[in-house]
């Protein structure tokens, strides 16, 4: 296929096209996948801004969401950068590149493979602190400091690597400038045509690649299912015919559910798409549109899940403005608006009657700090989950300074604070028992659900 019949082909070997699509189509899978681009670098810099500007580098979650937001930043810039950076002798409309700068591209886009790690530590994170009950200071001397060099090493293994073998070339039927492919690409199906960069080790790193993406995307999907089933059996467990479960556990149980699969869904979405490019129909259009269209946009919606409760509180005690004016507030760092929910938990810590000390006796037990042998809470706690599933109102109150005190993680009960039955959901939550050795065996709960605020 020639160049007068198709923009994107071939121009140093007319038996191979990359890309077969008009100009038209091309360019409109540019644009797409530049609105993608431009939408995860904004979302991806607002995460790194607001962590930044609210000092909240002192908390683990905040931390790997931080290095997740960095990773996807650096890829989604690589990304961005393809069209123009990719090689000018394949016939890409756009591209004024050569070798060098498609290897630059390509190089800066492995930190998707740190993405990835970062993603499946996010998840193994929410499953320790629910199911385990390890408190921060465990975690941050343990699982975190590997999970970081983990991602960071990985990424530079992988690009370090590609730059040794010169495996970074286009991708047949996508175009991108990444480790699996040699240069032509079809040196290695056609014993006429001598393969100029990479040849087989390139497509041996790719696989190796696609292993670990794989590996990571399974684990953080195998955490999060876990996190639910915990939450839902713990609640079911403590729901008996003296307890039966209420409204508010249920809603718990839908909030907790959200708020597991809430980050795992954005990477899932991100990370299928990629395998749209393995349809090798060059002919056919949609599969690429639909991988512009999701695979970069991950830090979008990571912005989304990790600013919308502060955002949804400043609108609501601020209904007569725009959501842009909101947004604004949260990336000041500003405090979140008071409402009536602070009054409500302040009355939880400091009760003025006895049902309400009884429900505080609870509560305190919860925020005890772990067990130094074991390094777990022997009674439930709260978690560092971070929320999904919008809370209704409330600021920093004392139950999460308690807790930030306590060593426990410093999330605060959104749906049981916004309930009337405190006495029954805590001794739900806490279980009949009061011997320490069954509430020791009992699997933490998620005690809270929504963003981790200031």
Known sequence: MSNETTSTGSAADDQFVYLSLSRSQYTASVIVAETSCALSILGSLSIIYIVIVNRKLDQIYHRIVMGLS???????????????????????????????????AGFFYQAWVGSAIYNATLSIYFLLTVKHGLQEQRISKTMEPYCHVLAISATLLFGITGLAIQGFNPLPY??????????PGNCLDDENVECERGGISSFILGLLQITVLVIAALSGIWATIRVYLTVRQQLLRNSSAHNPISETQLKRIQAVRNQAICYTSAFAVSFFSAFFGLYEDPTIVWPLILLYIFFPIQGFWNAMIYTRPRLLRWKDANPDRSWFWAYRQVLSGKPAPTTRRTAHLQNTVQPTSSTNQKSTRVLNSSLQPNDESTGTNPGPQGTNLSGCEPPEDGDENEISRAQRTSGAPSFYDEEASSSSSNDNDAMALSGSSNNHEERKSSYPLVNSVGEQVD
């Open 174 to 183: 996508i175009g991108t400038c990444d480790i699996g492919s040699p240069f």
């Open 70 to 104: 960095i990773m996807d930043l650096i890829m989604t810039t690589a990304t961005a950068s393809m069209p123009f950076a990719n090689r000018s002798d394949i016939g890409l409309f756009f591209a004024v590149g050569n070798a060098q700068s498609c290897t630059a």
